[in-house]
T-cell receptor, first 115, second 115 residues
Framework: AQTVTQSQPEMSVQEAETVTLSCTYD???????LFWYKQPPSRQMILVIR??????QNATENRFSVNFQKAAKSFSLKISDSQLGDTAMYFC????????????FGQGTRLTINP | DTAVSQTPKYLVTQMGNDKSIKCEQN?????MYWYKQDSKKFLKIMFS???????INETVPNRFSPKSPDKAHLNLHINSLELGDSAVYFC??????????????FGEGSRLTVL
């Protein structure tokens, strides 16, 4: 069974700073997807960024980028130039590429951006 | 136009009652899901349907019965509600087959409170 671990329950940074959220996972699969989802106070789950395991290049989406270390089974999220609107719970998630499409989530990291 | 919509968004009821949550998606996706988010914010899959066929049933008590009348709708009926059923229930949908990207699109969640 796959497991996803986020070791930072809470983080807090000042606006415009850079912050990195950690995520490790455990799987015997070689082909899979990794995701970061954001859940603001509105409760809606929003996809931030997606990485396919067979791609060595780290995914980037504007101010969001990942550091994907497949051998170490690590998938951290870096938010550059953080904004007040980035305040949210962030969930790391894993999905096998084949078979049942099931997202396995980490415990979440509550990120607060302070003005 | 809401892509994945759930009703009701809030539900307060007494122990022992039966309640339903409805979900509809207008994205043309083949696969729909129910996820449960507990009081500690942990998200876990409950059910998955592909073209009205049950694909995933994650050791959920049989008081929970999903129903998919067509591939755009997935409803969740809960019998004999218990205190521990209090949670936020998220509906989600995704592509399948050759259009599969791994990304799930979530509804806004339905907060169920059992008194």
């Amino acid at each position: 069974a796959q497991t996803v671990t986020q070791s930072q329950p809470e983080m807090s940074v000042q606006e415009a700073e850079t912050v990195t959220l950690s995520c490790t996972y455990d799987t015997s699969e070689s082909n899979y997807y990794l995701f970061w989802y954001k859940q603001p106070p509105s409760r809606q789950m929003i996809l931030v960024i997606r990485q396919e395991a067979y791609k060595q290049q780290n995914a980037t989406e504007n101010r969001f980028s990942v550091n994907f270390q497949k051998a170490a089974k690590s998938f951290s999220l870096k938010i550059s130039d953080s904004q007040l609107g980035d305040t949210a719970m962030y969930f790391c998630a894993f999905m096998k590429r084949k078979g049942a499409q099931k997202l396995v989530f980490g415990q979440g990291t509550r990120l607060t951006i302070n003005p | 136009d809401t892509a994945v919509s759930q009703t009701p968004k809030y539900l307060v009821t007494q122990m022992g009652n039966d309640k339903s949550i409805k979900c509809e998606q207008n994205l043309g996706h083949d696969t729909m899901y129910w996820y449960k988010q507990d009081s500690k914010k942990f998200l876990k899959i409950m059910f998955s349907y592909n073209n009205k066929e049950l694909i995933i049933n994650e050791t959920v008590p049989n008081r929970f019965s999903p129903k998919s009348p067509d591939k755009a709708h997935l409803n969740l009926h809960i019998n004999s509600l218990e205190l521990g059923d209090s949670a936020v229930y998220f509906c989600a949908s995704s592509h399948a087959g050759t259009s599969y990207t791994g990304e799930l699109f979530f509804g806004e969640g339905s907060r169920l409170t059992v008194l």
